[in-house]
């Protein structure tokens, strides 16, 4: 079944450390996001990727990465976490821009 | 600046009410319009979508959602509600290319 996959699901990590979140999709879909998440609020789009060796920066500031060598996989990276990171981050998909979004899980993550 | 507001964040119903979700956003261009869902513990999925034609759509499970242009409004409606509605509901709005902003959301909760 075609899908699209983050890990992991949960997360808390020390200050300082550098971590990478995973999402891979199986649909082939050209364009990929990360989004942040909290409570009660909008989602707020950190980065998009067009395609392969293709990414941008969306609205909200963020101190993470992404690449995007392959179709399928589009990880996101935090050089140095800070308890400031903490947040649930989505990734998602779609096959052309403005059609709507297939939605990861998530990954909720706590910086301690 | 571009937003979408959801008027209520959280709302509280019985089984068998009528629901009605307001949403309004600011921009004066074509836009492609969404409701999305959240149920306790899933990942964000698509409830129903407007790109044009019809003001009037349907999604899945029963919702549907009438585009007031001169409004800027897309709200979401369903006639009787069930328990298994008891979700976060989100408006988003698509103003071209990877550009879509989402409301913060409603808390739905449907007392049994």
């Known amino acids: 079944e075609a899908d699209i996959y983050q890990t992991p699901r949960y997360l808390v990590i020390g200050t300082g450390k550098k971590i990478t979140l995973e999402c891979s999709q199986t649909?082939?879909?050209?364009?990929m996001y990360w989004y942040q998440q909290d409570p009660g609020m909008e989602l707020h789009l950190i980065h998009y990727?067009?395609?392969?060796?293709?990414?941008e920066k969306g609205d909200l500031s963020s101190e993470s990465t992404v690449s995007r060598i392959r179709t399928e996989h589009f990880p996101l990276t935090l050089e140095s976490a800070r308890p400031s990171h903490t947040s649930q981050y989505l990734c998602?998909?779609?096959?052309?821009?403005?059609?709507?979004?297939?939605f990861g899980s998530g990954t909720r993550l706590t910086v301690v | 600046a571009q937003s979408v507001s959801q008027h209520n964040h959280h709302v509280i119903l019985s089984e068998a009410a009528s629901l009605e979700l307001g949403c309004n956003y600011s921009?004066?261009?074509?836009?492609?319009l969404f409701w999305y869902v959240q149920y306790p513990g899933q990942h964000l999925q698509l409830l129903l979508k407007?790109?044009?034609?019809?003001?009037l759509v349907k999604g899945i499970k029963g919702f549907e959602a009438e585009f007031i242009k001169s409004k800027f409004s897309f709200n979401l409606r369903k006639p009787s509600v069930q328990w298994s509605d008891t979700a976060e509901y989100f408006c988003?709005?698509?103003?071209?290319?990877?550009?879509?902003?989402f409301g913060a959301g409603t808390r739905l909760f449907v007392k049994a």
């Open positions: 921009y004066g261009g074509t836009v492609n």
């Open positions: 407007y790109f044009s034609g019809d003001p």
């Open positions: 988003a709005v698509n103003t071209g290319g990877f550009k879509t902003i």
């Open positions: 998602a998909s779609s096959p052309v821009e403005g059609v709507g979004y297939t």
């Open positions: 990727s067009y395609g392969v060796n293709s990414t």
């Open positions: 649909m082939g879909h050209d364009k």
